[in-house]
C-alpha cells in the first residue's frame, strides 16, 4: 500500500511540474535558503529558472518571495533580486516580498503585493520540481490559479528531496484544514 500510495503522490508531483503557467500570470519565485550572501544550489537553479522565464516574457514581472533565516546575511528575497539582476533582469520588473518563511506565507505574502500593485492574481510559481505539485495544492487552497515554471534539481540531490517532497505533499492533503 505504502509502495502504491508513493507511487501515485509521484505521478503527482511529476504532473505539477508540467502544469502550464496562465497567460500574463504573476511570476513568485519561492524563496530558498541562502548561503551567507549567496544563493544555495537550489536557489541557484530557481533564480536561472526565472531568468529564464522573464526573458522570453519581457511583459511579466515577479515577484521575489522569501525572508531571512538566522544563518543568512541577507533576505532569500534580496539574494534573488541581486542575482536576476545581474542576470540582465531590469530592477523595475521585480518586486521584493521579504517576511515569508514557509510556501504558504510565499504565497499568502505575495497575493497581498499583487492586490497593492494591481498585478495579475494568477501565478506563474518558480520553484525546483520536485515542488511544484506541493506549491501549487498551497496557491489552489487559498483561491489561486496558478502553473509552473519548475527549475532542474541537481540528479543526486533528487532522490532526497522527492522522498521528502512525498511527505509534504501528504501533509497538504491530509492535515491542512480546507476552506469549506
Not at 500510495?5 to 500574463?24: M, N, R, Y
Request: charged residues 20%; proline residues 5%; aromatic residues 6%.
Amino acid at each position: 500500500a505504502l509502495i502504491t500510495l508513493a507511487a501515485v503522490l509521484s505521478v503527482c508531483i511529476a504532473k505539477g511540474a508540467a502544469t502550464q503557467p496562465p497567460d500574463g500570470a504573476t511570476v513568485i519565485v519561492l524563496g530558498c535558503q541562502v548561503k551567507g550572501d549567496r544563493p544555495s544550489l537550489a536557489l541557484a537553479e530557481r533564480i536561472h529558472a526565472a531568468a529564464e522565464y522573464l526573458k522570453e516574457n519581457p511583459a511579466a514581472v515577479a515577484i521575489l518571495s522569501g525572508g531571512q533565516g538566522p544563518d543568512e546575511r541577507i533576505s532569500e528575497a534580496v539574494c534573488m533580486q541581486r542575482e536576476l539582476t545581474a542576470l540582465g533582469i531590469e530592477e523595475g520588473r521585480l518586486y521584493l516580498e521579504d517576511q515569508s518563511t514557509t510556501t504558504r506565507e510565499n504565497i499568502i505574502f505575495s497575493e497581498k503585493i499583487i492586490g497593492e500593485n494591481g498585478l495579475n492574481p494568477d501565478l506563474a510559481i518558480v520553484t525546483n520540481e520536485f515542488h511544484e505539485y506541493r506549491a501549487s495544492l498551497i496557491a489552489k487552497g487559498e483561491g489561486v490559479h496558478s502553473g509552473s515554471v519548475p527549475a532542474r534539481t541537481a540528479w543526486y540531490l533528487l532522490p532526497t528531496y522527492w522522498t521528502r517532497e512525498l511527505f509534504g505533499v501528504l501533509y497538504e492533503l491530509i492535515l491542512v484544514p480546507k476552506a469549506t
